[in-house]
């Protein structure tokens, strides 16, 4: 069957002929329709994200869309190693797998998993959202940040704030829901005071960080300073677009009740993953959630799979 090969750690998938999955107990074989690249998948596929098997060559693709073997429509996720989403054909686990809405069309479906989970699975299951209360969104104008304005209004949210680097696309964010915006600067800008602001008043509940690095230390110290008693602040750690590490005063937690936790693959059981992800799926007609997506073949994985398409998803048909 035709796939996207990775051969090594690191290396740009090739597309070529890779060995056929054959059915076992428990698991389905399903004939991929479209696979979107995500940060996950690209991590896993070169290797270094935590959950990564280690062995290859693989088949590149975490999730995607296809048909099981009656013809049902199906998203799935977690395919069984070394298939991969990004393939004719794949092997996956049947709790891994769910029926889609009809009204959801296979590139919507293949592109809003991964990012509408991330923030679906961190309000539920991490910061335990109540309708209500306030979010503030770090790092909004990128694929996931942007749902995450949009899913966190659709669960109720009262108030959204969103961050990010770039100003144009923070100004549009408005349209998709964000109650606020905050462009992030160099230190001495007016970010500290726009933050005090928005922790003042209303307060903020829930951070969504999706940046990590020095936007996240400010942010965390402004919400120690101007934390709300009986009320803390949940700040939820989802990626590391900026930088992977961060430098925080030890003051920032003694002096307040902010909470600092993660989400991710092993600190969200999977079977909640997937439930977030089904969620979602059910929500997009609804919510009216909107996601730039671009198409392409397959075949034209080498080519692509390092080119920059700015906050459209790329996704891979076949």
Sequence with gaps: MKAAIVAGPNQVPVYGEFQEPAPR??????????????????????????????????????????????GQRLYFVLPTPPFGAMAE???????????????????????????????????????????????????????????????????GAKKVVATGRNAEALKALSVLGADGVIPIGDA???????????????????????????????????????????????????GSMSAPNITLPSAALRSSAITLMGSGLSSVPLKDLISSI?????????????????????ADVEKTWNRNFGSSRLVYTL
């Design 278 to 298: 089904r969620e979602v799926m059910g929500a997009v007609v609804p919510g009216k959630f909107r996601i730039e997506t671009t198409a392409v073949p397959l």
């Design 25 to 70: 107990a428990g698991q389905e074989v399903i004939t991929v329709k479209a696979s979107a690249l995500s940060n996950l998948a690209k991590s896993r596929a070169s290797g270094e994200h935590y959950s990564s098997s280690g062995r290859f060559p693989l088949v590149a693709g975490v999730d995607g869309v296809g048909l099981s073997p009656k």
């Design 188 to 238: 001495g800008d007016g970010f500290e005071g726009a933050l005090k602001v928005q922790f003042g008043g209303d307060g903020i509940d829930v951070v969504l960080d999706y940046l990590w690095g020095s936007s996240a230390e400010r942010i965390i110290i402004a919400g120690a300073k101007a934390g709300k008693e009986g009320a803390p602040i949940r700040f939820v750690q989802i």
């Design 89 to 155: 054909k794949v092997l996956v686990p049947q709790e891994n797998c769910f029926p889609l809405p009809d009204e959801v069309d296979d590139v919507t479906a293949a592109a809003i998993a991964n990012p509408g989970m991330s923030s679906m699975a961190a309000l539920k299951y991490r910061a335990a959202f109540k309708r209500g209360e306030t979010v503030l969104v770090n790092g909004a104008t990128g694929t996931a940040g942007r749902l995450a304005v949009q899913i966190a209004k659709y669960m």
